[in-house]
């Protein structure tokens, strides 16, 4: 052999990398995000549990409200953390992960938000709900500085332009000249 390095990627076998089920950073998520993600289901587990203890409440609707998202936050965000962090997003079948991500991330945001201010708002002064309040408020914070560190590394998703939308596909000239032959 002349020149080794040129044959040596396609013809040397290539060691077998060792599949891991928990990869950080991943291809859809940095350290830095999936720290604040952990983040998040943590503040909404201590959310949610601050919540349950709870024994009565004097006007029920926000408790339930911040009730309802404090759990689903909790639920959904530990979802999303294991599907971005474990080979598991390849057999779910979305195509688009940042999309998702991005829009969940808002909306929990805006739901936590709305529900810490409406149990802030309208609770019965004990020291649990005031408790939960805090926490759904520091969980509200990190999902918008999760939202802000996304969109500073990969922007906003719903904006970007595809590629294909860039680049038109050209015309197909084969087939022109063969129907130009007669050849149909």
């Known amino acids: 052999m002349e ?3 040129v ?3 396609t013809t040397t076998p290539q060691q077998p990398t060792k599949d891991r089920c928990f990869m950080v950073p991943s291809k859809h998520l940095d350290s830095k995000r999936f720290l604040l993600k952990a983040l998040e289901v943590l503040l909404s587990f201590v959310a949610f549990v601050l919540e349950e203890v709870v024994s009565n409440c004097t006007s029920c609707a926000p408790l339930y409200f911040f009730e309802f998202v404090s759990c689903t936050a909790f639920l959904f965000t530990l979802l999303l953390l294991i ?3 474990t080979p598991l997003y390849l057999r779910v079948g979305i195509t688009c992960w940042p999309l998702l991500d991005f829009v969940y991330t808002l909306v929990i945001a805006v739901f936590f938000a709305i529900a810490s201010l409406a ?3 309208d609770n019965g002064g004990m020291t649990t709900e005031k408790a939960a309040v805090v926490f759904g408020f520091v969980a509200t914070v990190v999902f918008f500085i999760d939202l802000g560190l996304f969109v500073m590394n990969q922007g906003i998703p719903c904006l970007k332009r595809s590629p294909a939308a860039d680049n038109p596909p050209a015309p197909v000239a084969e087939a022109e000249k063969l129907n130009a032959n007669g050849n149909e």
């Open 3 to 5: 020149n080794p390095e």
């Open 7 to 9: 044959y040596s990627p």
């Open 83 to 85: 599907l971005l962090v």
């Open 119 to 121: 149990f802030a708002v």
